[in-house]
């Protein structure tokens, strides 16, 4: 006799993909790692895309990524303006998700990581239907270039805006980074003793 199959729906792996990721970044520059020789601390709090925080004592290494999930697929970035149009036209009038994933490092004095925290944050974002008037506003959209370095080849905080028809999380996690729980992580590390 077979047995049936359990129908609960599988568990997604992108949360925990988009942690590796943020992972990924943070631990690229510790101060273990090779090419931070290259990088003292110093020069790291000045090197755009690093978020480096402490004082001499001890520091923070934050790292994110963010990507854009319809269902099971990743929208990363668009290589090109046709794939930018294909995504946009994917998400019309359809709902996806948005995880960024962010890692905070504390690194000693003497380079030791001292300690390690991570959270992922999802928010639903609903796009208006596909019509005539949505096309031309995607064809505009990519011919501004603004799609070609963001995750789902739009950003809710530029024109891209306009494709967004609801929410429902945070907005600025959209955006790329959660800010209410990256500054509540952040008083929770400089509070620590």
Known sequence: MLKELDSAPAVSAHPELVRHLALAKAEAILPAHPSLDLYPVQTLRSLPGFFVEGDDNEYVILGADTIVCLEDEILGKPHD??????????????????????????????????????????????????DKNLEERIMDYVKSGEPMDKAGAYGIQDQGAVFVSGIKGDYYNVMGLPLSRVTRLLDRLNSRE
């Open 81 to 130: 303006p046709k794939e930018a149009e294909t995504m946009l036209r994917k998400l019309a009038g359809r709902t996806h998700l948005v995880h960024t994933g962010v890692v905070a490092l504390t690194v000693s004095s003497d380079n030791v990581l001292t300690y390690e925290e991570s959270f992922v944050t999802t928010t639903e974002v609903v796009f208006l239907p596909l």
